[in-house]
C-alpha cells in the first residue's frame, strides 16, 4: 500500500480524531519539557511502512531492562511488506542476531539523529549482498557491521528492507528515533505519525509511598496502593482520604487501548496537580539508550516484584539520567508536607495517551503531622504534656488492670481537662495500673500510641526479638516480646568507633520500631544493642548485621567472605551511596547475593571470586534484571580465580560447573535428490547459553550460512547454488559461551 493510499483510508479516522482527542497545545508540551532539546525537523519525517498504521506498541513502555524505545507497527502476523527510509541520509550500521531485534538498520541523518528499523525479514537486494558477503567471510550468520557516510547513501522514501519476525516476537516492524547520542526519541512527535485512537486511558489504581525514614502514608512507614471508582466521562475517583506526613511520591497504574488494536498499550503524559496547581509533569519525549535500565527508576521496583502492580513514578529519583520530568530539580514530583498548610488538600493526576485522549483520577488529602506529648506518672496522677494543645481534637485514654485482656477506653478533649498544655489524670484510688495514650487532631489523624505502667507486672519474660530490613536509605529495625515492655525499650546502634541512640516508637504494649541511617564512612558490622524491661525484668537482645556503603565519587574495593569476594567500584559506580549487603549462600555451588535487589546502579562494579579450586567448565555467573548471564568463563589455574563486570543492577553472583556441550536436535535434510537441497536443526545449550557467532555450517568443507532464530533455537538453509550430483558431507559445529564444543556429520546425496 502506498503512502498516499494509506492517506486517503485513513483520513476518515483521523477526521474522527479531530474532533474527539485533545490537541497538543502548548499545555500539553510545556516550555520546559525535553521536547524543546530534541533538535530534529519532525515534518521531515515520512511513516515507516506501507503495513498500515495499527500499533502494538508505545514509546517508553514497560520492559523489564529496558525502556521501549520505539513503536511497533502491526504487520496483520505477515510478513513481507515493504519498509521505507523515513529521511535522507546514509546505512550507518546494520546488525544481524539470532534475538533481540533480529536485523536491523540505523540510517544516519544530516543533523546527527538516525532512524532504526527491527525485526526485519531481509534487506533490499544491495545491502543483503553486501551482508552476505560479509557473513561468509566470518562464517558466520550474527554480524555486525558499520559504514561511512559515502558508502550506502539512501533516499527518503527509499525501500531498504522487508517486515519481518527476525529475533524476538510475532511479526511486527519496530522502528525507533534516536538522537545524536543514540538516545530514543519519541516517533510519535512526528508531524506525520499517529495511531488511529479515540479511547482514552485506563486508569486502574495509584500508589502512595513515604519516602523518608519520618515519613507516613495512613499512619504507617508503608506504601499503600488505591483503587479507584469510574465516575463516567474519562473520570476517576479515589474514594479513601489519604493522609500524609513528611516526603511522599505519588505512582500511578494505567493501560491504554487504540482503535483496532487488542494490544495494551502505554501512555503519554502525566501531570500531578495538587490542589489544582500543576505540581509535577512526566512526559515522555525521550528516554535514555545507554542507560536504559534505569527504567528501573521510573517504575516502582519493590511494587512489582511483591506483585502489587505496574506503577509508573510520578517523582524522580535523584539523581538519575531521566530527563522527561518537570521542573527540571532534585526531587522532582516529591511532596514534602511541611511546605504546605497543614489540613485538608486535593490532588489529581491526568494521564493523556499519544493522541491527546485523557483521563483525570481524582482525590482528597489530610496533610499533617500526629500530634506529640510526653507522658509521666508523679504524685498520684498521670501527666500528659503537648506542645501544641490547640491542634489535638481529643486524647483516647484506654485504661486496665494487670491481668485483664480487654482496655476501658475514655476519650477526652483538651478542655475543660487541659491546663495550659498539661491534662492531669488523678490515680489517687489506683483504679488502673496500665494507660495507653492516643491523641487524634482535627483531620482524624492519631499519634502513635504511647504506654506508662503505674504498677508493673512480675512474670516470665518469654522471648525478645530485635530484628533488622534494610530500606534503600536506612535502616528499619523491630523490637518484638512476647510479653509487656514495662519501661519503654532503648536500642544503640555500634558502627566501628560509633555509638549513638536510636529513637523508638511504640506500634503495641509489646511491639517497637525505628530507623536510622547508617554512617557513609564506615563499611563493616553494625551491633544492635536493646535495652528492655519485660514484665518487670531487665533484658537485652542483639542484632548484628554487615553494611558497606558505597558512595558516589569514590573508587576503592570491598573484600567479603575472607577475600573470597571482592567488589570494586569506581566514582561513577552508583547515582547515590548504596549500603551493600552481602549473603552467602550454603549449597554445593558458591553463591553471593548482593542487596537491596532492587538497586539500580550508575555505572559498573567488578567483581572478583575465588573458588575452592580450579575445575573444568567452572564460570563465574550473575542474575539481575535477566535470567542469568556469564560474566567469565574459567581459565584454569590453581587458584580458580573469576572476574567480571556488573551493569544495571545488583543481583546475584554465583560460580557454576558447566562442561557439557550444547546440543543439536532434530537435523533434517530436505530434498537431499534435488540440485538446491536444504537442512534444518535445533540447537540449545540448558546452561551458558549457545554462541551463535561460533555456530558453523559446511557443505563439503565450504561454509554455508543458516537462518538462524535464536528465539525458537532453529535453523534453516536452503542451496543458493545447485550442488554436483553424488555424495556430499554437511558438518555442524556449535559452541556454548563456556566453550564447551560439540560437532555433528551427516552424508548425503544429490543425484
Not at 11 to 20: D, K, S, V, Y
Not at 356 to 372: A, Y
Request: charged fraction near 25%; aromatic fraction near 10%.
Amino acid at each position: 500500500m502506498s503512502r498516499a493510499i494509506r492517506n486517503i483510508l485513513t483520513a476518515p479516522i483521523i477526521a474522527l480524531l479531530a474532533t474527539a482527542t485533545v490537541a497538543r497545545t502548548p499545555e500539553n508540551h510545556p516550555a520546559s519539557s525535553s521536547h524543546e532539546s530534541i533538535n530534529t525537523d519532525f515534518s521531515d519525517y515520512i511513516w515507516p511502512t506501507d503495513a498500515g498504521n495499527i500499533g502494538t506498541s508505545t514509546f517508553g513502555e514497560f520492559r523489564r531492562t529496558h525502556f521501549h524505545g520505539g513503536i511497533d507497527i502491526s504487520t496483520g502476523n505477515t510478513t513481507g511488506f515493504r519498509v521505507f527510509a523515513v529521511r535522507d541520509g546514509y546505512l550507518a550500521r546494520i546488525r544481524v542476531s539470532p534475538t533481540g531485534y533480529g536485523k536491523m538498520l540505523y540510517v544516519r541523518h544530516a543533523d546527527g539523529y538516525y532512524s532504526t528499523y527491527a525485526h526485519l525479514s531481509h534487506f533490499n537486494a544491495t545491502i543483503d549482498a553486501r551482508v552476505a558477503r560479509e557473513q561468509q567471510h566470518q562464517e558466520s550468520f550474527p554480524v555486525d557491521l558499520q559504514f561511512n557516510p559515502n558508502e550506502i547513501p539512501v533516499r527518503k522514501g527509499e525501500v531498504i528492507a522487508y517486515t519481518g519476525d527476525t529475533g524476538v516476537g510475532t511479526p511486527h516492524l519496530h522502528f525507533e528515533i534516536r538522537d545524536e547520542n543514540l538516545d530514543p526519541i519519541n516517533p510519535l512527535l512526528c508531524t506525520e505519525f499517529s495511531f488511529p485512537d479515540i479511547i482514552a486511558p485506563t486508569i486502574k489504581r495509584i500508589a502512595v509511598s513515604p519516602l523518608g525514614e519520618r515519613s507516613t502514608v495512613n499512619g504507617t512507614s508503608f506504601a499503600h496502593t488505591f483503587s479507584v471508582r469510574s465516575m463516567g466521562k474519562r473520570k476517576y475517583k479515589v474514594s479513601e482520604t489519604i493522609q500524609l506526613t513528611g516526603e511522599i511520591g505519588f505512582g500511578i497504574s494505567v493501560i491504554d487501548l487504540a482503535n483496532r488494536s487488542r494490544f495494551k498499550q502505554g501512555v503519554y503524559s502525566h501531570k500531578l496537580y495538587i490542589d489544582d496547581k500543576l505540581f509535577c509533569t512526566v512526559q515522555l519525549d525521550r528516554v535514555p539508550g545507554k542507560n536504559a535500565h534505569e527504567i528501573g527508576l521510573y517504575y516502582d521496583g519493590n511494587l512489582l516484584d511483591h506483585g502489587r502492580g505496574r506503577f509508573e513514578k510520578l517523582y524522580a529519583e535523584s539523581p538519575s539520567s531521566l530527563t522527561f520530568y518537570t521542573p527540571k530539580k532534585e526531587k522532582s514530583g516529591v511532596l514534602k508536607t511541611r511546605d504546605l498548610p497543614e489540613g485538608p488538600h486535593t490532588f489529581s493526576i491526568v494521564s493523556t495517551d499519544f493522541n491527546g485522549n485523557s483521563s483525570e483520577v481524582t482525590g482528597k488529602l489530610i496533610l499533617n503531622h500526629p500530634p506529640h506529648f510526653e507522658m509521666e506518672h508523679a504524685a498520684n496522677e498521670v501527666k500528659l504534656t503537648f506542645p501544641d494543645i490547640d491542634k489535638v481534637h481529643k486524647v483516647l485514654m484506654y485504661t486496665k488492670k494487670n491481668g485483664n485482656e480487654n482496655w476501658n477506653l475514655k476519650t477526652m478533649t483538651p478542655i475543660p481537662y487541659a491546663e495550659g498544655n498539661v491534662i492531669r489524670i488523678p490515680d489517687t484510688k489506683q483504679q488502673f495500673d496500665i494507660v495507653k495514650v492516643v491523641a487524634e487532631n482535627a483531620w482524624g489523624t492519631r499519634s502513635l500510641p504511647q504506654f506508662l505502667f503505674l504498677r508493673k507486672p512480675t512474670g516470665g519474660t518469654g522471648t525478645v526479638k530485635l530484628e533488622h530490613e534494610l530500606e534503600a536509605d536506612f535502616v528499619r529495625l523491630s523490637l518484638h516480646a512476647q510479653h509487656p515492655f514495662t519501661e519503654a525499650p532503648k536500642v544503640i546502634v555500634y558502627e566501628g568507633n560509633s555509638k549513638r541512640s536510636i529513637s523508638l516508637t511504640a506500634i503495641d504494649i509489646n511491639h517497637y520500631v525505628g530507623t536510622f541511617r547508617p554512617l557513609e564512612s564506615f563499611g563493616g558490622t553494625r551491633r544492635l544493642v536493646a535495652d528492655a524491661e519485660v514484665n518487670s525484668t531487665k533484658i537485652t537482645a542483639l542484632d548484628e548485621f554487615d553494611l558497606y556503603p558505597i558512595n558516589p565519587g569514590t573508587s576503592g574495593s570491598l573484600s567479603f567472605d575472607g577475600g573470597k569476594l571482592v567488589i570494586g567500584y569506581d566514582s561513577t559506580s552508583v547515582f547515590k551511596t548504596v549500603f551493600m549487603q552481602v549473603e552467602k549462600h550454603q549449597g554445593l555451588e558458591l553463591r553471593y547475593s548482593l542487596l537491596p535487589e532492587n538497586t539500580i546502579l550508575r555505572g559498573e562494579l567488578r567483581a572478583t571470586v575465588t573458588a575452592d579450586r580450579a575445575r573444568p567448565g567452572q564460570g563465574l555467573f550473575f542474575s539481575g534484571l535477566s535470567n542469568g548471564e556469564l560474566l567469565d568463563p574459567s581459565t584454569g589455574g590453581a587458584t580458580a580465580i573469576l572476574s567480571g563486570i556488573i551493569t544495571r543492577t545488583l543481583g546475584e553472583l554465583s560460580v557454576k560447573i558447566d562442561d557439557t556441550p550444547p546440543g543439536i536436535f532434530r537435523l533434517s535434510i530436505n530434498s537431499p535428490s534435488s540440485r538446491r537441497p536444504g537442512f534444518s536443526f535445533r540447537c540449545g545449550d540448558n546452561f551458558s547459553g549457545v554462541e551463535y557467532k561460533e555456530l558453523k555450517t559446511y557443505i563439503d568443507d565450504v561454509a554455508v550460512i543458516p537462518e538462524v532464530d535464536g528465539e525458537h533455537h532453529k535453523a534453516t538453509y536452503t542451496a543458493t547454488r545447485p550442488l554436483e550430483r553424488g555424495s556430499h558431507r554437511l558438518t555442524i559445529r556449535i559452541k556454548d559461551k563456556m566453550g564447551n564444543s560439540n560437532v555433528v556429520e551427516r552424508k548425503f546425496s544429490v543425484r
